[in-house]
């Protein structure tokens, strides 16, 4: 069996996000979805997926812009 390396360039690195990282921690979100009515874990439910992320999309980008700012505040530690 073979390996495959996997490529790793800073461009990637450095590359913008539109939405927050995964959660690193327990989501704050029930297992019932608020649209459909339905668990979350099921595949019926990607469709009410892509219409909370449409819907939260703005969200994310004031979130995304408030941690960019805090980020460019802070400076570099060891410039």
Do not use: F
Request: glycine share 2%; with cysteine; hydrophobic share 30%.
């Amino acid at each position: 069996m073979q390996v495959n390396p996997q490529e790793v360039s800073a461009d990637k690195a450095t590359t913008e996000r539109t939405r927050p990282t995964m959660a690193s921690h327990r989501l704050d979100l029930p297992s019932i979805c608020d649209i459909c009515g339905k668990a979350r874990s099921t595949r019926k439910h990607e469709k009410c997926s892509r219409q909370r992320q449409q819907r939260k999309s703005t969200e994310w980008a004031v979130l995304m812009a408030d941690k960019a700012a805090a980020k460019q505040a802070r400076g570099r530690r060891y410039a």
